[in-house]
Structures are given as structure tokens and as C-alpha cells.
């Protein structure tokens, strides 16, 4: 994954979790900022933090932003 590639947060779902998607694979289900901060990490963005994931452009949040985590 390149910093240029979108990153999709799609709205949480009944348990709060909300999947994370980029380069049209899902990363994984998220339940917190930390999550998706993890995710970017482990798709090779190693200095990504939790103000970079509220902050970024690159996140594209759906139903809600990096505050909501509940159905």
C-alpha cells in the first residue's frame, strides 16, 4: 500500500466494529482508531499514528467519522 491509496472506514456495524478497506482488500475489522492505525502499520505505513488516521486524507470515512463507533 502507497500513501497515495485511499483507505475506505465503512460505517460500524451492530458490535461497533467497522471494516477497513484499501487497495480493494480488506484489512480487517476495526473497533477503535488504534485499529486502523495497527492495519496501516502492518500495510507498511510503520509511522502511521492515531492523529494521522483522524486527520488523513486519505481516509475516506463512511457513516460517520473517526468518532463514531457505534451502530
Known amino acids: ?6 483507505v ?11 471494516r477497513v478497506r484499501a487497495d480493494g482488500a480488506i484489512l480487517g475489522l476495526a473497533y477503535s482508531v488504534r485499529d ?3 492495519f ?3 500495510a507498511g505505513l510503520q509511522d502511521a499514528d492515531e492523529m494521522d488516521v483522524v486527520r488523513s ?15
Open 8 to 18: 475506505i472506514v465503512y460505517p460500524p456495524d451492530e458490535t461497533g466494529a467497522r
Open 40 to 42: 496501516l502499520q502492518e
Open 1 to 6: 500500500m502507497t500513501s497515495a491509496t485511499p
Open 36 to 38: 486502523i492505525v495497527a
Open 57 to 71: 486524507s486519505m481516509i475516506e470515512w463512511r457513516g460517520g467519522g473517526p468518532d463514531v463507533w457505534e451502530h
